[in-house]
């Protein structure tokens, strides 16, 4: 019970922290609309928030009884892992905004190369 409270709390207070500090972490430099900030606070909120769930649930998974072995180890397992590190860390809006770009560098490229 104390670990589901202090993933909780945690969870939401470095979430808010994302969320709220986008700008000084991301865009020091860059003066961006009240919109596009707004937008920026929801996003980087989000992805925290989705990175310490994701770790909530492979805490419950893999130590769901008191004995860890690498048998429950599974790809979910990992995925899980991946995006609970991108999302506590801040990472995971870029990772998700650089993979979504990847077919049009690829076809960018593509173009390139047959000219």
């Not at 609970?84 to 809006?93: D, H, K, N, S």
């Given at each position: ?9 945690l969870g939401t207070i470095f979430s808010l922290f994302y969320g709220v500090f ?94």
């Amino acid at each position: 019970m104390f670990i589901d409270i202090s993933f909780i709390i945690l969870g939401t207070i470095f979430s808010l922290f994302y969320g709220v500090f986008c700008k000084q972490i991301w865009f020091p430099d860059i003066k961006i609309t009240k919109s596009k900030y707004a937008h920026e606070i929801w996003f980087n909120f989000i992805s925290s928030l989705v990175g310490w769930v994701s770790f909530y649930i492979l805490y419950k998974s893999l130590f769901a009884s008191f004995v860890f072995t690498t048998d429950i180890i599974s790809w979910q397992s990992i995925i899980l892992f991946l995006i609970g590190m991108l999302g506590i860390t801040g990472l995971l809006p870029y990772t998700i905004w650089s993979i979504s770009r990847m077919p049009n560098e690829t076809v960018k490229l593509i173009e390139k190369t047959v000219k």
